[in-house]
């Protein structure tokens, strides 16, 4: 019995200081948005001497965050919803039926997985100017979406494989169609695989640099990362704005995880117990 505390003791305190591990440079990023440089530099580690809640303030009015946050929520929403859209319906293709080539359809997607990002920059900026969408929100929209899709397709349809044939037979016998099984039925049963496709493609528009940097050179349509490498120059950086504006920018990803986390782990512990 004693082995069995010791044991569960060790756990918590493992489990604990992993948690305190992982939390710490989130603690450190907004305790860090209330110093000023001077106070950054003299402890980069410590609380702020004096707190300056107008950082937050001067951060969005400087770097006209607002709209830049506008932007991103605009290019991050409208790809997550073309993403959902798109691989919702491909996954309930691939996962439900039978026909030829479905092998290499899978195996097209996989492939898209592996393909390095920003390999891709030159040929989508050379694109994008052929098809005049440059500084368009439609420039970061499409190539969001493209790259989300492989990733989301291969978690919906190993989802969507786990789900009983005898649900779709009732279905058909009570006389709902393929566009009603999926409505009614799928799309209900995969939320929570559609809850981890939904943070997984939110995160990487919402944090993408590089895209933005190269598509976008209007400042009215630029996102969030590169308004707050405004703050940055080639002589100085402001931290104490820097790090407000970050602190900002973390606060959509971790509503969206908040509000989609009970879903995603039903999904993780979905067929866990049998019986």
Known sequence: ???????????????????????????????????????FYSHPFGLPEIWHFDNFSRAWESSKLGTAFMNSMIVSVGSLMITLFIAALASFVLARFQFRLKGWIMTFFVVGMLIPIH?????????????????????LIFPYTAFALPTAIFVLTAYLSTIP?????AAFIDGTGLWGLFR??????????????????FLHSWNDFSFALVLINKTKLKTLPLGIANFADGYQTDYGLTLAAMTISVIPTILIYLIFQDQVMKGMTAGAVKG
């Open 119 to 139: 390999s891709t920059l030159v040929p989508l900026f050379i694109l994008m100017k052929q098809m005049s969408m440059l500084n368009t929100y439609w420039a």
């Open 1 to 39: 019995m004693n082995i069995m505390r010791t044991k569960k003791g060790l756990f918590w305190t493992l489990l604990t200081g992993y948690g305190i591990f992982t939390l710490y440079p989130f603690f450190w990023l907004v305790i860090s948005a209330f110093k000023t440089n001077e106070d």
């Open 184 to 201: 009614r039925i799928i799309l209900p049963i995969s939320t929570p695989a559609l809850s981890t496709v939904t943070i997984l493609s």
């Open 165 to 169: 044939k005898e649900i779709e037979e």
